[in-house]
């Protein structure tokens, strides 16, 4: 198991930029093997994907409406994954989660939209553009 702690959220205007982070700790953490997604939860709906990234390869899938404005990344060095938002929209405002899976099934199935192939979640951020 691995612990997940988020960060970065708040209140921005519409237009205007973000970063997340997620801090990843535990003992028996391999990145090598890892997935690691965001995903985000608006009020009354479900928690839907954002973006995806392998950590051995930084391979990545992002969500339609966030292509082009969002970026995720990870650093080795400081054992994060962030997510990088430009040009929010109110229609961005949720609580956004990192979550981990210990595989590269997700990948290998594409199945990496998919909350059930996680195994470790976050406590969530909230992200509120105002418009």
């Known amino acids: 198991q691995v612990q997940l702690v988020e960060s970065g959220g708040g209140l921005v205007q519409a237009g205007g930029s973000l970063r997340l982070s997620c801090a990843v700790s535990?003992?028996?953490?391999?990145?090598?093997?890892?997935?690691m997604g965001w995903f985000r939860q608006a009020p009354g709906r479900v928690r839907e994907f954002v973006a995806v990234?392998?950590?051995?390869?930084?391979?990545?899938y992002y969500e339609d409406s966030v292509k082009g404005r969002f970026t995720i990344s990870r650093d080795n060095a400081k054992n994060t994954v962030d997510l990088q938002m430009n040009n929010l929209k109110p229609e961005d405002t949720a609580v956004y989660y990192c979550?981990?899976?210990?595989?590269?099934?997700?990948?290998?199935?594409?199945?990496?939209?998919?909350?059930?192939?996680?195994?470790?979640w976050g406590q969530g951020t909230q992200v509120t553009v105002a418009s």
């Open positions: 535990g003992r028996t953490f391999t990145f090598s093997t890892y997935v």
């Open positions: 990234i392998r950590w051995s390869d930084s391979s990545l």
């Open positions: 979550a981990a899976a210990r595989s590269s099934l997700p990948f290998l199935r594409g199945t990496y939209y998919y909350s059930g192939e996680y195994d470790d």
